[in-house]
């Protein structure tokens, strides 16, 4: 896993960047979504030794200040799930613009999008 | 719980959350907008005037001891930052009163704005630095409906370039926060800090300075990823692209200051040597675009670009006047930068339309509106004694007491470039008679309500210029808070 997983991020973040600069509107949603994705992949493998370790639920027993056997580490996983719906409400909301620029401009290719560019 | 340090974020949200209960009153909801900003004002002077009484206040949230729970942070820094974007919001408010139209308010305007605010503030008090992820997140959705509300074709087209750019910024912010926890274990500031200088591998802490400097980068507008700024400032009625011009670059810049002090001082030769050619480059590059360009708002949002520079020039030199500097020329921007997009609002509602070709002869229309342009005006190209003046002076002086000549030459070169573009918006809009003499009809009145905001403005700028000693004195103590780590350590870790 360890080795797979830096190879699975590396693969998402160069396919998000590519997407994003293809001209079209539609591979421009999809790579800030890969990309979103791919940092949240990050966090998770990152914080490996911390994330990725097998071991008892996080929980201290009462009466203890420091647990007895190895845990995993939990706050990796919270950032994650935050990300996850930070990104999933601003995804949303991205969505709904390029619904509306494609209505308004007519066409998905980013190269048409040139009127705030005339002085 | 300090109830100091939450009511900058509670006042907006709650505000915010009694808007959308009485959704179908307009009335209301400027009523309660102009109370919850007017409750701002209140809160951040009482919390700057205790902060420089008892020094850095921290609270910890939930009762949570740091470093386990989020910690909010107020030092001089963050309170004086919070002042200014009170008082940029009530200018706002005020403004908007009788510049934003009634569909605009339908769909939420006033809501948006304390929203937006609450971003700011949040992002402006947290000491964690995943909780600043989120914060930048509430300011960035409130600012993208914002951006594109009324749905204008150009509104949508240049939100897509402004979504794309800050989602994908947010996406590198995240990334290094993730690797930052990986090396340190940490998401307190503090902690961070504490553990930073243990780390033994230090090529891989340079590459996460980097990556923050990129994602904090985009946001702030510097070179060369100010792209998105220029594109879309003009966009939106005048009233938001105020008080994002005024505001949201600035937090970008603000989160710098913070990282750049706080966490990623081990290796100043190369991370501050590169923020000093960038904010060169910045400062050039931003005031030669605004040269070519014929469009009121255009010239404005490119000035912005050039007075980043500035702003980073002194975090860059990195000395204890050169941050002071920094700070006051936040401060003084912040202010003026709003005001001068609020008089191209007055500008616009006198003669329908930004194009600095088709427009002229205001100055024998409203003379009073000139004036209040050419204050602002004056005191961004730096002319005494007006604020930018003592603001450009501390970062030359401390450029010059560094050595770094390079960066003072680029400093005075783009203040007179400021000047040359300052006196063509001048020359065009205000002074060459109209070439065609089209006035909307019933400006006199709106213009008159829309002057109080930029009068208060203009008059604050004159103020700051007069009293510049002082708040020069407050920017040292605020440099002096900043760059002593340990005792921010030592107040947030106990």
């Known amino acids: 896993m360890s080795t797979l997983l830096p190879i699975v991020i590396g693969v998402l973040y160069a396919t998000a960047l590519y997407m994003m600069l293809r001209r079209s509107l539609v591979k421009l949603i999809i790579g800030l979504a890969l990309l979103g994705q791919a940092s949240n992949l990050l966090i998770f493998v990152a914080a490996a030794g911390r994330g990725l370790v097998r071991g008892g639920p996080p929980i201290i027993a009462e009466g203890e200040t420091v647990a007895a056997s190895t845990i995993a580490d939990p706050v990796p996983q919270a950032l994650i799930l935050t990300a996850i719906v930070i990104g999933f409400g601003v995804l949303a909301f991205a969505l709904a613009l390029f619904h509306r620029t494609y209505k308004a401009v007519g066409t998905d290719d980013l190269d048409a999008f040139t009127t705030t560019e005339e002085a | ?494």
């Open chain 2, 1 to 494: 719980m300090n109830l100091l340090l939450v009511l900058p974020i509670v006042i907006p949200l709650a505000s915010a959350a009694v808007s959308m209960l009485v959704w179908r009153s307009r009335r209301t909801q400027r009523a309660i907008a102009v109370a919850a900003s007017l409750g701002l004002l209140a809160s951040a002077i009482v919390l700057l005037v205790s902060v420089r009484r008892v020094g850095m206040i921290v609270t910890e949230i939930g009762s949570w001891p740091a470093p386990f729970g989020i910690v909010l942070v107020a030092d001089l820094l963050s309170a004086l930052m919070i002042l200014v974007s009170a008082i940029i919001v009530v200018a706002t408010i005020i403004y908007s009163l009788t510049s934003i139209d009634a569909r605009h308010e339908r769909f939420g305007y006033y809501p948006l704005i304390m929203l937006l605010m609450m971003g700011v503030n949040g992002a402006f008090l947290t000491g964690d630095i995943f909780n600043l992820y989120v914060w930048f997140e509430v300011m960035l959705i409130s600012s993208f409906v914002l951006m594109v509300l009324g749905a204008e074709r150009e509104q949508i087209e240049s939100g897509i370039k402004y979504v794309t750019l800050n989602l994908a910024s947010s996406a590198f912010f995240l990334t290094g926060v993730g690797i930052l926890y990986a090396v340190t274990g940490a998401l307190n500031m503090a902690d961070i800090a504490r553990s930073l200088p243990n780390v033994t591998q230090p090529a891989l802490v340079q590459a996460i300075s980097v990556i923050f400097l990129v994602a904090f980068g985009i946001k702030a507008a510097v070179f060369p990823l100010f792209f998105w700024l220029p594109a879309s400032y003009h966009t939106p009625p005048a009233a938001v692209s105020a008080i994002f011009a005024g505001l949201l670059t600035k937090v970008g810049v603000y989160a710098l200051i913070r990282v750049f002090t706080l966490l990623f001082v081990q290796d100043p030769e190369f991370t501050h040597r590169l923020i000093l050619v960038i904010a060169g480059l910045t400062m050039i590059t931003g005031v030669l675009g605004a040269v070519a360009q014929n469009e009121f708002r255009r010239i404005l949002s490119f000035h912005i670009i050039s007075q980043i520079g500035y702003m980073i020039m002194g975090l860059g030199i990195f000395t204890r006047l050169a941050l002071a500097a920094s700070i006051f020329y936040v401060l003084h921007h912040i202010i003026v930068k709003a005001n001068l997009f609020f008089v191209s609002g007055i500008v616009h509602r006198i003669r329908g339309t930004y194009d600095l070709k088709r427009l002229g002869g205001i100055q024998t229309l409203s003379p009073m509106l000139s004036l209040l342009f050419l204050v602002p005006a004056m005191s961004l190209a730096g002319v005494p004694p007006l604020s930018g003046f003592f603001a450009k002076l501390g970062l030359i002086r401390a450029g010059i007491s560094a050595e770094e000549y390079l960066i003072v030459a680029a400093a005075v070169v783009t203040g007179f470039f400021t000047l040359f573009s300052m006196t063509k918006i001048w020359n065009e809009a205000f002074w060459k008679p109209a070439p065609e003499p089209r006035e909307l009809p019933e400006w006199r009145g709106a213009a008159r309500a829309m002057m109080v905001p930029v009068g208060a403005l203009a008059l604050l700028t004159i103020l700051i210029g007069l009293g510049s000693g002082w708040l020069f004195s407050v920017s040292l103590e605020a440099s002096d808070q900043i760059l002593d780590q340990a005792l921010y350590l030592r107040t947030v870790l106990p």
